[in-house]
Nanobody
């Protein structure tokens, strides 16, 4: 599956952005999807994930209550709604598809995901 992320930009602290990740191919609905981010000088970290069936959603603790992941399998798209943004949310955000299809559990490590989008930059000013 090929992924294309979009929606990043510059926003003031407290603002909102909605990231989108469009997937090609007819198998999108069978993959767990994740959003990761990589800040300057930092390792890539898990932000949010959603299972292929949409029922298992996980978040990094620091974004719980502020970020919402969702997917529309009819549109082959996964979203990340980001509210109450903070300067520490500044990073390049990547969407990713899991290694396995129709899985019963997905991990939160980058190695658990095999297909990656190109990344979209989110900058939050204070």
């Amino acid at each position: 599956v090929q992924l294309q992320a979009s929606g990043g930009g510059l926003v003031q602290a407290g603002g909102s952005l909605r990231l989108s990740c469009a997937a090609s191919g007819r198998t999108f609905s069978s993959y767990d999807m994740g959003w990761f981010r990589q800040g300057p000088g930092k390792e890539r970290e898990f932000v949010a994930g959603i299972s292929w069936i949409g029922g298992n959603i996980r978040y990094k603790d620091s974004v719980k209550g502020r970020f919402t992941i969702s997917r529309d399998n009819a549109k082959n798209t996964v979203y990340l709604q980001m509210n109450s943004l903070k300067p520490e949310d500044t990073a390049v955000y990547y969407c990713a598809a899991s290694n396995a299809r129709f899985s019963t559990f997905y991990g939160t490590q980058p190695t658990d995901f095999g297909s990656w989008g190109q990344g979209t930059l989110v900058t939050v000013s204070s």
